[in-house]
């Protein structure tokens, strides 16, 4: 993990204002030092600065400083966060060509890569990546991003400024970068939040790189190109075959990423996806002299007052158990009491520069902290939901055939503490819809496609685009707000592309959810953990965490002051503090219910005050 940051404007090109200039790439550096705290490196070229945080998880990670090309390339400057795993192969392709590249650093080939494919070269790049290449005899600067968004992107233009940054509050630590949301920005709060239009921030002209992406600035204008879609294509792999086609790209993409010579964990929840990920772990850790090291997550007092329902059917522990004796785990039980997942609230909003999953998020990041004080490299089972098709929406017929996100069907709890005169304004039906159709519009199918895989197409390409990308920001900034890195081998670019065009017949075989991911699980498991009915990240039912939610609530609705109270209701959310909530019906995804809502209401009041968010409607 680390950070990639840079400005590039004509000022640098007048030599009295170098000065100031770099005092502002030092600020811009220090706010990004929890994605790479073991380092820190600046390069300035002819237009700009290019800077780079750097954390140290394996030996190749101290030489991804800021590099500069040599020879030919001598033009051209790269930085990058850099999670790619094929540098043999690149080696290889290269070396074909009678170019050392043995003896090259990784930038340098990268910088080889580009300087014969030209922007291309990216789609020979396999794991994830936020890269800037500085053109200084073109006088142009290149952003790309990864084809999931593993790694994240930002850029802002403002006359003939032009930044990027990994995180957000990279770009305001310019000085000229100011926070202010317009009305698209508020449909990424309140119609679509926590999840997001790709390319979109809450902020007006703060834009993200979307993943697949280029952006191009030349001569004060941007481009965007792309350099990878989700395409089909006809699959003519047996059953059999495909089960272990699937199994051994997953395993090949844990393998590739697992260095023994770092400390290295697994988060491990007793569910089929990261009990995979733990079992694939535990082969790569063979023949070590310790074991494989695994932390659970759960709250206070889970056991008391959990309640199964349709989201959340049964508790985490006992399998997690089965799991840590059957591979000799070096387990930990961490636990989170409503104190710090309510306190954890605020720190959440600053480790996503806004409003995010809530309580979800906050502690994710309790969590990552704990794990972080052992652990640099926590391996995860986050997106294998989305491409096994593993969510209720991909089975249920009636959320199969809705006309909208399946994850957010009803806006019914969305508007009912939302100020009459907001709600007007807003059109909260029509922009979904709108952004809904252009999604679904860009959906690629095979004309031989039946209807039932053109349905499944359709919710594979919405549920990675916007679903998928939600949780894995969820996951990068709160290990990088803990200075850990999160690696998540089902969010593997050749395993996508594999999947998507695997016939639903094989996906869903004999109705059974996720069937391909328990053909390959097995094997590896424990019965009772391989045929385990889906349950998602815990949830604290502890009724003391609501009433800390709805006591902070009504204290600032009695305060009257607070930015909040431009968008919501006071009288309909004092009622809703006042009224049981719902547990079981999410408004977001599977998680997201009653408390959920109150907690994002609070986290979109602090981050409008914390980072003084400008807006007008």
Same mark, same amino acid.
């Given at each position: ?24 790439? *030092? ?28 954390? %140290? ?50 930038? *340098? ?15 020979? /790049? ?26 994240? /992107? ?6 003939? /400024? ?63 190109? &792309? ?37 290295? !964990? ?69 636990? !989170? ?30 969590? !990552? ?16 939901? *989305? ?16 006309? &909208? ?17 907001? /709600? ?45 990308? &939600? ?25 996508? *592309? ?38 998602? %990240? ?6 003391? %965490? ?26 309909? &959310? ?44």
């Amino acid at each position: 993990m680390s950070s990639i940051a840079g400005f590039f404007s004509p000022e640098f090109r007048q030599a009295q204002r170098l000065p100031a200039l770099e005092q502002t790439a *030092e600020h811009m550096l220090k706010s990004l030092s929890h994605r790479g705290p073991d380092c820190a490196y600046r390069m300035t070229t002819d237009d700009g600065i290019l800077m780079y945080n750097g954390l %140290y998880t394996n030996p190749h990670s101290r030489k991804n400083a800021p590099t500069q090309g040599k020879g030919d390339l001598s033009h051209l400057h790269i930085v990058c966060d850099d999670g790619i795993y094929n540098y043999d192969e690149l080696q290889s392709q290269l070396e074909r060509q009678q170019i050392a590249a043995r003896e090259l650093s990784r930038p *340098e080939i990268l910088l080889s890569l580009y300087g014969r494919y030209g922007e291309q070269f990216a789609t020979l /790049l396999r794991g994830s990546f936020a890269i800037c290449i500085a053109d200084t005899q073109l006088q142009k600067v290149i952003l790309f991003r990864d084809p999931l968004g593993v790694k994240p /992107l930002f850029y802002h233009q403002q006359d003939d /400024l032009f930044l990027f940054a990994s995180e957000i509050k990279g770009l305001f630590a310019h000085p000229q970068v100011h926070a202010t949301m317009d009305l698209r920005g508020m449909h990424q709060v309140f119609s679509l939040g926590p999840a997001h239009c790709p390319g979109a921030t809450v902020y007006k002209d703060i834009h993200e790189v979307r993943p697949g992406r280029t952006i191009v600035w030349h001569q004060g204008q941007i481009t965007e190109n &792309t350099f990878w879609r989700l395409q089909a294509a006809p699959h003519d792999e047996s059953y059999e075959e495909t089960v272990e086609h699937a199994g051994f790209l997953l395993s090949d993409a844990l393998h590739r990423q697992y260095h023994t010579d770092t400390a290295q !964990c697994c988060l491990l929840s007793g569910g089929l996806d990261s009990s995979v990920v733990t079992a694939l772990a535990h082969q790569e850790n063979q023949g070590k002299d310790s074991p494989l090291i695994t932390y659970s997550f759960d709250f206070t007092d889970s056991g008391k007052y959990f309640s199964a329902n349709d989201f959340q059917p049964s508790l985490d522990r006992p399998y997690v158990v089965a799991m840590a004796e059957h591979f000799h785990t070096d387990h930990t039980f961490l636990e !989170c009491n409503s104190i710090s997942q309510a306190s954890l609230l605020r720190q959440a909003v600053v480790a996503h520069d806004g409003p995010c999953m809530a309580d979800i998020s906050s502690s994710l990041l309790y969590f !990552c902290k704990q794990v972080a004080a052992r652990s640099k490299v926590a391996f995860t089972g986050e997106c294998a939901d *989305e491409i096994f098709c593993g969510y209720p929406w991909y089975h249920k017929k009636h959320m199969q055939d809705a006309t &909208t996100f399946p994850w957010t069907m009803d806006l019914m709890p969305r508007r009912m503490l939302l100020r009459d005169d907001f /709600l007007e304004y807003l059109h909260m039906e029509d922009y979904i819809a709108q952004v809904y159709d252009t999604s679904c519009s860009q959906v690629s199918y095979l004309p031989e496609d039946s209807m039932e895989d053109r349905q499944q197409r359709r919710l594979f390409k919405l549920t990675t685009e916007y679903f998928m990308q &939600t949780l894995l920001d969820r996951m990068d900034r709160a290990a990088a707000q803990s200075g850990m890195e999160a690696i998540c081998p089902f969010a593997d670019i050749r395993l996508v *592309e594999y999947l998507y065009n695997v016939p639903w017949s094989m996906k869903a075989k004999d109705g059974e959810v996720k069937h391909l991911l328990r053909q390959i699980a097995r094997p590896l498991l424990p019965a009772t953990v391989a045929d385990r009915k889906k349950s998602p %990240y815990p949830k604290n039912y502890h009724p003391e %965490y609501e009433q800390l939610l709805c006591r902070e609530m009504k204290h600032l609705l009695t305060q009257g002051h607070h930015p909040i109270l431009d968008f919501i209701d006071a009288g309909k &959310t004092f009622d809703f503090c006042n009224a049981p909530k719902d547990y079981g019906k999410p408004w977001f995804g599977q998680l997201m219910a009653g408390p959920q809502l109150i907690a994002y209401y609070l986290q979109i009041d602090f981050w409008l005050r914390e980072y003084g968010v400008d807006y007008t409607f």
